[in-house]
């Protein structure tokens, strides 16, 4: 978990309203990562950035956005959090040595939402 | 989809044994990745195997890989049972979107002491 922190570590909220997740990195690593662990579903990835500004979707992008303002922050939001985006949200980042190439990913300490 | 999937789902075995786990992926990889996940945290990498590797060594951790047959497994010797965790492969893609991991759904390690 070094270098990454995520906040908040729990929310609980109401379906329908928006919900805010930060990733802050102390790393200067150019690529971030937001995941959704379910159960029998393992890690799938929801949005990540390449760069600032830069953000591309990944397999479960449906009702979140993302930005990226600073190197250090990657937000994740949830426009109108439904029952089914109750998870535990992971954010990682990853510097890859070889362009094109992705090497190891770091992990934060993941963010337990529950919407009811 | 998945492109990475554990086997067994789930493993028990006792302090001192040998686990191994299995993974199985779909498409050519440049490298795939082994990681930890102990309950309520998040995952730690434990070693790399490129494409071109066919086994890689770390402390007590083995890993094979097998292009051909499109699988790795992951050793861990001597088990303790500060091991219990569960354990994920994740694989890259050669072709579009290699700079993203796909990861399995794991194996549930138990180590009873």
């Known amino acids: 978990d070094a270098g990454i922190t995520q906040s908040p570590r729990h929310k609980v909220t109401e379906t329908g309203t928006p919900v805010t997740l930060r990733c802050h990195q102390t790393?200067?690593?150019?690529?971030m990562y937001w995941y959704r662990q379910d159960p029998g579903h393992g890690l799938r990835l929801i949005h990540y950035?390449?760069?600032?500004?830069?953000?591309d979707k990944g397999e479960v992008s449906d009702g979140y956005s993302v930005s990226r303002s600073k190197t250090e922050d990657f937000l994740l939001t949830l426009e109108s959090a439904t029952s089914s985006q109750t998870s535990v949200y992971f954010c990682?980042?990853?510097?890859?040595?070889?362009?094109?190439?992705?090497?190891?990913?770091?992990f934060g300490p993941g963010t337990r939402l529950t919407v009811l | 989809s998945q492109q990475g999937e554990e086997d067994p789902q789930a493993l028990s075995i006792q302090e001192g044994e040998n686990a191994t786990m299995n993974c199985s992926y779909k498409?050519?990889?440049?490298?795939l990745q082994w990681y930890r996940q102990n309950s309520g945290r998040g995952l730690v990498h434990l070693i790399l195997?490129?494409?071109?590797?066919r086994e890689k060594h770390s402390g007590r951790l083995r890993v094979t890989l097998d292009t051909s047959k499109k699988s790795s497994s992951l050793l861990i010797t001597a088990s303790r049972a500060a091991d219990t965790a569960s354990y994920f492969c994740?694989?890259?893609?050669?072709?579009?979107?290699?700079?993203?991991?796909?990861f399995g759904k794991g194996t549930k390690l138990t180590v009873n002491p």
């Open positions: 498409t050519s990889i440049n490298n």
């Open positions: 950035s390449y760069g600032v500004k830069d953000t």
């Open positions: 990682a980042i990853s510097e890859s040595i070889v362009t094109g190439r992705t090497d190891t990913q770091y």
């Open positions: 790393e200067n690593h150019r690529y």
């Open positions: 994740a694989t890259d893609k050669v072709k579009g979107g290699s700079e993203k991991l796909v």
């Open positions: 195997i490129r494409s071109n590797e």
